[in-house]
């Protein structure tokens, strides 16, 4: 069996930035899967002008430490290259340094590659990071290799408003480089899969595809009935940015706080950091009487802490513009927690009927929807647990059974 070569330059790059969000859990799962199989394993990150190789050992200590369940130790010489990290990041550049097994320059890459898999490879990059024609041409010069890219969504491309123009153009050069030298290419929903092959077919080569959904990992919650709190509560999830539009749900709490008495307002929870280019948002976050009221902000919450509160809500709201899979909702639904999101094709191939689809640009029908479930009895587990049951939620293990066999 060839070896398998990860590329975790993602998961290093955001080591202090806070808990794991969408395209970095997944670059996580894989990282988990690679050192849980028996295939011989390996581990590429690009480091400040070099890169650097671990094996299974080295893998599994970067792993532990970006789990927490070890940390890192000095930052070494990082503080003088990386002045402006943050010193997370720079003890996690400094560890995988250490850990290494080979190193090099750019240039010296495809020698240290060809060196070390002499007799074949197969790349992943699953995280959207250091797709680059350097690093590709150095895969490529192997003699027996493979290159899979996972394409988590074309955001960047399709809402280029919702991205800084360069973001646009790394990633137009992403799927560039794919479609020129990927062997295969997974994709995260079907959906994904034929936005992504319309834009191959331009480009003139359409690689090799295959579709497998994302799966979620839960932590054990005793009880996923609502918590003692007297108000009802509900919980909106993601990183505070344009494109999840936490605008509609903070206008709504405004009109709540002029036309209703405070104890008759529902609790609104935002769980998630602050992203960019968000200024309206964050005005009304900093400023308005409601936070701390009625609306409240977390933004650095472990992923226990989230589940809870989640299992713990009315219901999920996610008026997002556009998700490249939405893994928040695959989450709630695992728990029977009821669902209102706005309209999306990937919601509905995973989901199908389970979630309330509401329109994004009609605020007063997630007003009138907040309302009528705030004045609702609260579920009983037993609710939740057989809501849960009605849908069929995509495992991590049916992922990789997929996509092993597509490889």
Request: hydrophobic fraction near 40%.
């Given at each position: 069996?060839?070896?398998?070569?990860?590329?975790?330059?993602?998961?290093?790059?955001?080591?202090?930035?806070?808990?794991?969000?969408?395209?970095?859990?997944?670059?996580?799962?894989?990282?988990?899967?690679?050192?849980?199989?028996?295939?011989?394993?390996?581990?590429?990150?690009?480091?400040?002008?070099?890169?650097?190789?671990?094996?299974?050992?080295?893998?599994?200590?970067?792993?532990?430490?970006?789990?927490?369940?070890?940390?890192?130790?000095?930052?070494?010489?990082?503080?003088?290259?990386?002045?402006?990290?943050?010193?997370?990041?720079?003890?996690?550049?400094?560890?995988?340094?250490?850990?290494?097994?080979?190193?090099?320059?750019?240039?010296?890459?495809?020698?240290?590659?060809?060196?070390?898999?002499?007799?074949?490879?197969?790349?992943?990059?699953?995280?959207?990071?250091?797709?680059?024609?350097?690093?590709?041409?150095?895969?490529?010069?192997?003699?027996?290799?493979?290159?899979?890219?996972?394409?988590?969504?074309?955001?960047?491309?399709?809402?280029?408003?919702?991205?800084?123009?360069?973001?646009?153009?790394?990633?137009?050069?992403?799927?560039?480089?794919?479609?020129?030298?990927?062997?295969?290419?997974?994709?995260?929903?079907?959906?994904?899969?034929?936005?992504?092959?319309?834009?191959?077919?331009?480009?003139?080569?359409?690689?090799?595809?295959?579709?497998?959904?994302?799966?979620?990992?839960?932590?054990?919650?005793?009880?996923?009935?609502?918590?003692?709190?007297?108000?009802?509560?509900?919980?909106?999830?993601?990183?505070?940015?344009?494109?999840?539009?936490?605008?509609?749900?903070?206008?709504?709490?405004?009109?709540?706080?002029?036309?209703?008495?405070?104890?008759?307002?529902?609790?609104?929870?935002?769980?998630?950091?602050?992203?960019?280019?968000?200024?309206?948002?964050?005005?009304?976050?900093?400023?308005?009487?409601?936070?701390?009221a009625q609306v409240f902000e977390h933004s650095n919450l472990p992923d226990e802490a989230v589940q809870t509160r989640l299992?713990?809500?009315?219901?999920?709201?996610?008026?997002?513009?556009?998700?490249?899979?939405?893994?928040?909702?695959?989450?709630?639904?695992?728990?029977?927690?009821?669902?209102?999101?706005?309209?999306?094709?990937?919601?509905?191939?995973?989901?199908?009927?389970?979630?309330?689809?509401?329109?994004?640009?009609?605020?007063?029908?997630?007003?009138?929807?907040?309302?009528?479930?705030?004045?609702?009895?609260?579920?009983?587990?037993?609710?939740?647990?057989?809501?849960?049951?009605?849908?069929?939620?995509?495992?991590?293990?049916?992922?990789?059974?997929?996509?092993?066999?597509?490889?």
């Amino acid at each position: 069996m060839k070896p398998r070569l990860l590329d975790i330059s993602r998961l290093i790059s955001r080591e202090g930035l806070g808990p794991h969000t969408g395209i970095d859990r997944v670059e996580l799962a894989y990282f988990r899967e690679f050192l849980r199989g028996d295939a011989p394993v390996y581990f590429l990150c690009r480091l400040p002008k070099s890169y650097v190789v671990l094996d299974r050992t080295g893998g599994q200590k970067t792993f532990d430490r970006i789990i927490g369940e070890a940390n890192w130790s000095t930052r070494g010489l990082a503080r003088i290259i990386l002045p402006k990290s943050n010193p997370a990041h720079q003890a996690a550049v400094s560890g995988v340094w250490r850990l290494a097994i080979a190193k090099s320059s750019g240039r010296g890459l495809r020698k240290a590659l060809v060196a070390l898999f002499g007799n074949g490879v197969s790349y992943f990059n699953v995280g959207h990071s250091n797709i680059r024609q350097e690093v590709f041409d150095a895969v490529d010069a192997v003699r027996i290799s493979g290159i899979t890219v996972l394409i988590h969504d074309l955001i960047p491309l399709t809402y280029s408003s919702f991205s800084t123009p360069e973001s646009t153009e790394k990633f137009t050069n992403l799927l560039k480089l794919t479609s020129e030298l990927a062997t295969r290419v997974i994709y995260n929903s079907k959906a994904t899969q034929r936005e992504a092959e319309a834009e191959f077919a331009k480009l003139g080569r359409v690689p090799p595809g295959v579709a497998a959904h994302l799966g979620v990992d839960l932590v054990s919650i005793p009880n996923i009935g609502e918590g003692t709190g007297e108000k009802p509560a509900f919980v909106v999830l993601g990183t505070i940015e344009p494109r999840k539009n936490h605008l509609l749900l903070l206008e709504i709490w405004q009109r709540f706080a002029k036309t209703l008495s405070p104890q008759d307002i529902p609790e609104l929870h935002i769980i998630g950091r602050r992203g960019w280019n968000n200024g309206k948002v964050f005005s009304i976050l900093d400023g308005d009487p409601m936070m701390g009221a009625q609306v409240f902000e977390h933004s650095n919450l472990p992923d226990e802490a989230v589940q809870t509160r989640l299992a713990q809500c009315r219901a999920l709201l996610f008026p997002s513009f556009v998700e490249g899979f939405g893994l928040p909702l695959i989450e709630a639904a695992s728990l029977g927690v009821p669902i209102i999101c706005g309209e999306n094709d990937i919601y509905r191939e995973i989901l199908g009927d389970y979630p309330l689809y509401l329109n994004v640009d009609n605020s007063y029908l997630w007003e009138k929807e907040i309302l009528e479930r705030a004045g609702r009895n609260r579920e009983s587990e037993a609710e939740r647990q057989a809501r849960a049951g009605s849908v069929k939620i995509p495992t991590w293990d049916e992922h990789f059974d997929r996509i092993f066999r597509f490889v």
